[in-house]
């Protein structure tokens, strides 16, 4: 059964950047984007490929609340981002972020670090989340790890981790960075299947659309999975459009992506 | 040979009018300088955790109370036997060597009781409970959000709307603040003990009740105050500058061990600076 759209999401776009600067994690001061115009809507699953250094988790970081742009115009279903004031923090937790490394609670368990959101802005008593947990738990094949520590887990796992986590508070927004990063191929498919029933609002979601964006360096991976396409090179963001213009590029890095240059795809 | 007057005195006198080597003076500016930057950082840092302990006193009970509790075990339940151990070793040092000297003025046993007041309650005991807590769970601090820090976890509670300050300073400042004042106390009960056992070892012909009275007439009602707020404060200050070196700033895992031992010798410039403001509370009182 189809559940109804927010109506934030409904009147207008879920994201909306107008001559954004994104500056820099590790260096602050620095621009790494320039004049980024971006638009998301509800539902859409964004792919945004770049190289290595291209500056994919500052623009991850920056989408996900973490840093202010540098410049421009940043809107979150309708609000300027930054938020830092506690009262429209929910408005904020509309958006989930997963990072590429997971960057989970390292000395708490599986189970504490998807329990940790929960108890922190719902006051969930632990016996009260036994249940959702559990159940997210084998949504994301983690059952087996739950009373493992996090910081013992395998990378493949713990990025999964961080996936679980994002997901406790139902956000309307999954941001993701690299989640594709160092993966064997049973896990990266498990992402790719996992991420389109987000997408398709399939499972658990009953039918309410998740919107996504990820970002990522190989885009054969993604060529027949995400819905619109984006770039970032030479530090712009550059948008593609839709699947079905992938294939046919005119753009020298598309191709490079797409791996087409090195004769495999 | 007169070389020390012939050679020594006039070069020496020349050297004391000489203006300082460039390379002297450049290291002082910079140790001024970077004692200045720290200071300031640490008081940004203790006024931020002000703010959220007062903003967000209420907020997610379920979560921060467990934690304090934990800090709590951690800087005072489980360091109770290593205090049980200094405090007994230190009131057998004190009195020995009280001992030692009363005795050659015939005053050892009328001295002993207020030399443990004025010694071991008014400034070891606070003292030397905070530089102990300091050097066990102070350094554990630092390691702990340094390696959280630079593991991504502070950007984690971050993207999950979880104050970093409120969920991983501010249980700390609480925890370490009453667990010290609970060693101290423990501290200053075990030293007066184990000061007693030396004397009565030594056979200092002097009753239990006597000492005690001793105690309890050179105590004031300010003693009281004082030990408890500046055993507060040392914990409080202890967690700060701690967890201020830990998160301040996003640390490489190889910088944790510098900022360690930076937070260990700020640790103990700051408790004796508080310290020596207590001294003049004493005087003007």
């Not at chain 2, 379920?62 to 151990?85: D, K, W």
């Not at chain 2, 030692?100 to 005053?107: E, H, I, M, N, P």
């Amino acid at each position: 059964m189809m559940m109804d759209p927010p109506s934030a999401a409904a009147n207008g776009p879920v994201i909306e950047m107008s001559g954004v600067n994104v500056g820099s994690m590790q260096q602050p001061g620095v621009t790494v984007l320039e004049d980024v115009d971006w638009r998301v809507e509800a539902g859409d699953y964004w792919l945004i490929a770049g190289m290595h250094g291209s500056g994919k988790s500052d623009f991850v970081a920056m989408t996900g609340g973490l840093m202010p742009p540098r410049a421009g115009s940043y809107r979150l279903f309708g609000r300027e981002m930054p938020i830092f004031d506690e009262e429209e923090l929910p408005e904020r937790l509309r958006l989930g972020l997963v990072f590429e490394d997971g960057h989970l609670l390292h000395r708490l368990t599986v189970a504490e670090n998807l329990f940790l959101p929960l108890q922190y802005h719902r006051g969930t008593k632990r016996h009260e989340a036994t249940e959702r947990v559990a159940a997210m738990l084998e949504l994301t094949g983690l059952t087996h790890w739950a009373d493992t520590t996090a910081g013992s887990l395998g990378r493949n796992w713990q990025k999964r981790v961080g996936l679980a986590r994002a997901l406790m508070l139902e956000p309307e927004v999954l941001v993701l960075d690299h989640p594709l990063g160092g993966l064997d191929l049973r896990h990266t498919t498990w992402w790719l299947d996992f991420l389109d029933q987000l997408s398709t609002g399939g499972g658990f979601l009953q039918g309410r659309r998740m919107t996504l964006v990820a970002t990522g360096e190989d885009l054969r991976l993604w060529q027949h999975r995400a819905g619109n396409f984006a770039l970032l090179k030479q530090g712009r963001l550059v948008t593609l459009g839709k699947r079905s213009v992938l294939a046919g590029h005119s753009e020298p890095l598309v191709k490079e992506l797409l791996a087409e240059g090195f004769g495999v795809g | 040979m007169d070389s020390g007057n012939v050679r020594g005195g006039p070069r020496l006198q020349l050297l004391s009018r000489a203006p300082l080597p460039e390379a002297y003076t450049n290291h002082a500016g910079r140790w001024v300088v970077l004692f200045l930057t720290t200071v300031q950082g640490v008081g940004a840092f203790a006024l931020i955790t002000l703010g959220v302990m007062i903003t967000k006193l209420r907020a997610a009970p379920q979560v921060t109370f467990p934690a304090i509790r934990r800090e709590l075990a951690r800087s005072g339940l489980r360091l109770l036997p290593m205090f049980l151990f200094m405090s007994a070793a230190t009131g057998l040092v004190v009195i020995g060597q009280a001992i030692l000297l009363l005795t050659k003025v015939g005053a050892n046993t009328l001295l002993l009781g207020p030399i443990m007041v004025y010694v071991v309650v008014r400034e070891l005991g606070p003292l030397l409970t905070a530089l102990l807590v300091l050097a066990r769970s102070g350094t554990a601090n630092v390691i702990e959000l340094g390696t959280a820090r630079a593991l991504g976890e502070v950007e984690a509670l971050e993207a999950l709307g979880i104050d970093p300050v409120h969920y991983l300073v501010m249980p700390r400042v609480v925890g370490m603040a009453l667990g010290v004042m609970a060693l101290t106390v423990y501290f200053i009960i075990g030293t007066l003990l184990s000061g007693y056992l030396c004397a009565f070892l030594n056979d200092v012909p002097l009753r239990p009740g006597d000492y005690f009275g001793q105690l309890a007439a050179n105590l004031t009602g300010l003693d009281f105050v004082i030990v408890v707020v500046k055993s507060c404060l040392f914990g409080a200050l202890i967690a700060i500058i701690t967890c201020y070196h830990g998160l301040a700033q996003r640390l490489q895992l190889d910088e944790i061990s510098r900022e360690t031992v930076s937070a260990v010798g700020q640790g103990i410039i700051a408790c004796v600076l508080v310290d020596a403001v207590f001294i003049f509370i004493y005087l003007l009182s």
